[in-house]
């Protein structure tokens, strides 16, 4: 709750609690598949969830990540149409589940919801586009640095910042294997692009990453 708050007026998120149910979901616990009836919004009030499709059996691809906070399935929601995508736990988590009904209400009577939801919507449609981006290029390396930056996100002055996610789910946005994505990002370390730390990727400075996948 701490996080919705932080970014929205009291008056909206008592609104958002009194119209949405919360619900409890453990690690690699599905929230919903792809192809069900959309017929709520999901907000995430704690934890990680991950978008994925299967392209073909055993492959998975992650198409958005999203955390504590944030708002995700917007599309579906509006449209009342079918899940384009599976959501899964990545940890253990909480979400508000808004009824779509209350949902488009809101919509129409908050103007400061309506623009969130926008805001949240164009921020969705650039990462799709980077989706595409990365999975279009052929390089190993390139699609690996692109989803490294992707989760470093803007850094400032001397700041390090620590990748959290899982190898496993890096090689699943990146389009890879496993074995494959464990090898480039060990080359990535010894040219300098980043650092590895006790099993963890640390990066230190964009620049390099950014020049390799110009």
Wanted: charged share 25%.
């Amino acid at each position: 709750m701490r996080q919705i708050s932080e970014h929205i007026s009291a008056e909206l998120t008592e609104r958002l609690f009194a119209i949405g149910g919360k619900n409890s979901f453990s690690s690699g616990e599905h929230i919903f598949f792809e192809g069900d009836r959309a017929t709520f919004l999901p907000i995430i009030l704690d934890g990680k969830i991950k978008m994925v499709r299967y392209p073909e059996a055993g492959k998975e691809i992650i198409i958005g990540l999203f955390q504590a906070g944030e708002i995700f399935a917007i599309p579906p929601a509006m449209d009342g149409k079918r899940f384009p995508a599976t959501a899964v736990a990545i940890e253990e988590c909480s979400l508000l589940m808004v009824p779509r009904s209350e949902f488009l209400a809101l919509m129409e009577s908050s103007s400061e919801f309506s623009s969130l939801v926008l805001n949240r919507m164009c921020g969705i449609l650039r990462d799709r586009a980077d989706t595409v981006q990365i999975m279009a290029t052929p390089s190993a390396e390139q699609r690996i640095a692109s989803v490294i930056l992707r989760l470093t996100g803007e850094m400032n002055g001397q700041e390090t910042k620590k990748i959290t996610h899982r190898r496993q789910d890096i090689a699943e946005m990146a389009g890879l294997s496993l074995a494959t994505t464990i090898r480039t990002i060990r080359k990535l370390a010894d040219k300098g692009c980043l650092k590895i730390n006790g099993g963890r990727i640390f990066v230190e400075t964009t620049q390099h990453l950014r020049t390799l996948v110009r």
